[in-house]
């Protein structure tokens, strides 16, 4: 009954989305903040009769809002259902193991090897230094790589990796294997390397709105990158599914996107709530990675991760633990509202 293909595949476990008891939610990034207000305005007077129609298949108005918000041509720009959807696109467009293995860091975006299955592509994990930052030589080495993908901030560590060190990377790749770099978690404190879109043709740049625009349910995704990258992008979408995004996400995704300085708000607030419980954490002698994401990846000698997990969940908090080795006794903590951050912190220093 089942296709060949179906035997090679591990699908990605999201984090628990719980419908029987009402936790504190820290586990899957999302922005504790409500989107911006403006939102429900639109909502108020959406006229339906417009979704009697299929959405503009080719994104036009939202590819150039986009555009203007970055500083780039609309041609620069594709959109998908999610970016775990416009990485579904990349992996099939981009990356093919006749070329060579695709090289990730070890500890990184746990979908990366899913797709790969998925599209049997062949990869080599890169492992990170020992403070857990992404090392760029041993990706030099490779000599048969068909390209290179990372998330910048890393997840789950947080950690980003400076602009200098991606355009060293770049500039030691030959121009025919494409670099992405997942910026799902750029808007808290990174630097992007959008700037560089125009100088390097194989570069692309992946982002969402589901954490910065607190738009998780609205599924909104974007790649930024040179315009052949981009075409590749629409054949492979037009081959699958021609509309993937919806009239209502594109429209609100428009009103999202202009709205710069709610949402500077709202993610200054994120910023300095991390500030603060990274601060707390570590007085209480706690181990923190530097983060430039929503959340924090953070260990208590002494203890494992799945017992910080579980008593945590016992006591009503839900943070994500991995279960795999060399990193197992790590959580990553989503960054919540001061008050949710307040309680994860009398819990912590109750329990641990
Ligand atoms: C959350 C996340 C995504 C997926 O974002 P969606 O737009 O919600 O699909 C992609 N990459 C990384 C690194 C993420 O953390």
């Known amino acids: 009954m089942l296709s060949g293909r179906m035997k090679n595949i591990t699908p990605y476990v999201p984090g628990e989305q719980p419908q029987d008891r009402k936790y504190i939610k820290l586990n899957t990034n999302e922005n504790p903040y409500p989107p911006t207000p ?92 020992d403070q857990f930052e992404i090392h760029i030589d041993p990706y030099f080495k490779e000599k048969k790589s068909c390209g290179i993908i990372f998330a910048n901030p890393n997840a789950p560590t947080g950690i980003c990796l400076s602009i200098e060190k991606i355009q060293q990377l770049l500039d030691a790749c030959p121009d025919n294997r494409v670099v992405v770099i997942d910026e799902a978690y750029i808007d808290f404190g990174g630097e992007s390397v959008v700037g560089l879109i125009d100088e390097y043709k194989n570069l692309l740049i992946t982002r969402t709105y589901s954490k910065s625009l607190s738009l998780a349910g609205l599924r909104l995704g974007f790649a930024m990158g040179d315009d052949d990258l981009i075409s590749a992008l629409f054949a492979a979408k037009d081959s699958f599914n021609s509309y993937p995004v919806s009239t209502l996400a594109q429209k609100i995704g428009e009103i999202a996107i202009e709205d710069v300085n709610y949402s500077t708000a709202i993610l200054e607030k994120i910023i300095q709530n991390r500030a603060y419980l990274s601060r707390s954490l570590t007085d209480a002698g706690w181990v923190v990675l530097p983060s430039k994401a929503n959340f924090i990846f953070t260990r208590k000698p002494g203890v494992s991760g799945l017992d910080i997990y579980l008593k945590l969940k016992n006591n009503g908090i839900l943070v994500r633990h991995f279960n795999i080795s060399g990193i197992e006794d790590f959580v990553r903590i989503t960054i919540g509202k001061r008050s949710e951050v307040d309680a994860l912190l009398e819990a912590v220093n109750t329990l641990f």
Do not use: H, W
């Open 38 to 129: 403006r939102i429900d305005e639109f909502l108020k007077q959406f006229d339906v009769e417009k979704l009697r129609l299929y959405p503009d298949p080719r994104f036009d108005s939202i590819r150039q809002t986009l555009a203007r918000r970055y500083g780039i041509r609309k041609e620069q720009v594709f959109l998908g259902n999610g970016s775990d959807e416009v990485l579904a696109f990349v992996f099939f467009a981009f990356f093919d193991s006749a070329d060579g293995v695709l090289m990730f860091p070890e500890y990184t975006y746990s979908f990366y090897p899913v797709y790969c299955d998925f599209f049997n592509i062949e990869y080599k994990k890169i492992p990170l230094s």
